[in-house]
């Protein structure tokens, strides 16, 4: 079992459609890093965060830290977000990051 | 663009060759990480760099690869005697002690 999953793992929608993808973890982590990266490319950082609600734009992340457990939310989702979303926690101390082996999601115009 | 910049960007080499790759960090980041990413994965960590000092290598390292960081400014990776199982993305990081990490563009290893 991965210390870090997410699900789906492949998510297809339609240009507009709100998504949410999902982020559950085991370790014991100081915070939790929503990446993107774009095929072929390298990868952005989109949030870290350890509590609550982060929003910037249309994408909005959430943590639960007691049930261990992240969501990511696009709204009025755009072919442009296409990309991998990877959820990765650093672990306490050296910060390392473990990650999840991602969703591949693809928005139809 | 992070600030983080790795060369080359691609690296096509013939197995038993060594390569080195370099991996410049946002200049007051005192945190260095590296990690590889094969096809269809998420990455995993390799090693992590405090200043100069590295301070953890994952068992992912063999004895082939090896990592420094002189003056706890740029970093470099090297892999000995290059295997195909060597092939994948390799990614650095640049971070802080807050935790937030700027990941550099990888350099993609094609061992032939």
């Known amino acids: 079992k991965n210390e870090v999953e997410q699900s789906p793992q492949n998510l297809t929608a339609q240009e507009g459609e709100f998504i949410t993808i999902n982020c559950s973890y085991s370790v014991g982590i100081s915070a939790l890093h929503w990446l993107q990266q774009h095929p072929g490319g390298g990868i952005v950082s989109l949030f870290m965060?350890?509590?609550g609600k982060k929003k910037h734009g249309r994408l909005i992340a959430t943590i639960n830290i007691q049930e261990k457990h992240s969501s990511l939310h696009i709204t009025a989702s755009h072919p442009r977000d296409s990309a991998v979303y990877i959820c990765a926690g650093p672990n306490f101390g050296n910060e390392k990051l473990t990650f999840g082996t991602g969703t591949r999601l693809t928005i139809i115009p | 663009d992070t600030g983080v910049s790795q060369d080359p960007r691609h690296k096509i080499t013939k197995r038993g060759q060594n390569v080195t790759f370099r991996c410049d960090p946002i200049s007051e980041h005192n945190r260095l990480y590296w990690y590889r990413q094969t096809l269809g994965q998420g990455p995993e960590f390799l090693t992590y760099?405090?200043?100069?000092?590295?301070?953890?290598k994952s068992r992912l390292l063999s004895d082939r690869f090896s990592a420094e960081r002189p003056k706890g400014s740029f970093s470099t990776l090297e892999i000995q005697r290059t295997e195909q199982g060597d092939s994948a993305m390799y990614l650095c990081?640049?971070?802080?002690?807050?935790?937030?990490?700027?990941f550099g563009p990888g350099t993609r290893l094609t061992v032939t």
């Open positions: 760099f405090q200043n100069e000092a590295q301070l953890e």
């Open positions: 965060l350890s509590s």
């Open positions: 990081a640049s971070g802080t002690t807050t935790g937030e990490q700027y």
